[in-house]
């Protein structure tokens, strides 16, 4: 089994234009294969930064952002985009649903910008024969069959777009996962049945998990914490 890290961040500065200190720095850190991390720290302290970061939204001022082998500064966007598409499923805080699309449109959009996530949820298979697959992340996460097919995700409660954005980013078996704040919108028993599902799909596809959240409490539920006001945790509990 490859036990390269997933994720490396070497001497990184992010500096904002136009303000004078830093909005993150982060001397080292790594991801390895299957691992779930979460990120934690006050509003401000730069988790969505970090998250752009490593997702090749942004680019450092200074160090080096590699993820599965690539430096992605040596990416020109287009390259960076396309890489995003391949190898990385993005939960954002906000969704990103696209309201004119269904449900199922909306889970099988990773699938219509890149080739290896639709054969990886369908192989051998044309578009149409990942529909399964995003109806099986659907159920799995819980969402009634009524919601499926053509219904438009505007008619979908919060907490159902949230789940219909993760099976978005999960389909096509992504070798990161990338979740800014996927918890917000869930009370505590849906938050933890929610989580079960989330790290047992990851753990079936062998999915590394980058999870950012302002919910401490959340941490011993992960194998590492960051805490970004004070510095890298070795250990979950700390």
């Not at 991390?37 to 450092?60: D, E, M, N, Y």
Request: proline letters at 5%; hydrophobic letters at 40%; one cysteine or more.
């Amino acid at each position: 089994m490859n036990q390269n890290p997933v994720v490396v961040l070497e001497e990184v500065t992010f500096r904002w234009p136009g303000q004078a200190a830093p909005a993150l720095e982060v001397s080292s850190l790594r991801v390895a294969p299957g691992e779930r991390l979460f990120i934690r720290g006050a509003s401000g302290s730069g988790k969505t930064t970090l998250l752009s970061l490593v997702a090749g939204l942004l680019l450092p001022d200074r160090g080096t952002v590699t993820v599965l082998g690539q430096n992605l500064a040596a990416l020109g966007r287009g390259g960076r985009d396309r890489f995003r598409a391949d190898h990385i499923g993005y939960i954002f805080q906000l969704f990103n649903l696209v309201p004119y699309l269904s449900v199922i449109d909306n889970v099988l959009l990773p699938c219509r910008f890149s080739r290896r996530r639709r054969e990886k949820a369908a192989p051998g298979r044309r578009i149409g024969g990942a529909s399964a697959e995003a109806e099986r992340l659907l159920r799995r996460l819980q969402l009634a069959e009524s919601t499926l097919g053509q219904a438009r995700v505007t008619a979908l409660s919060t907490g159902q777009q949230q789940r219909v954005a993760v099976a978005r980013a999960l389909i096509g078996r992504p070798e990161l996962i990338i979740a800014d704040e996927p918890t917000s919108a869930l009370d505590q028993d849906a938050r933890d049945r929610f989580l079960d599902l989330l790290f047992e799909e990851c753990a079936a596809a062998g999915t590394s998990l980058l999870f950012v959240s302002h919910d401490g409490t959340l941490a011993p539920r992960f194998h590492r914490s960051v805490d970004l006001s004070t510095g890298i945790c070795e250990t979950a509990s700390c």
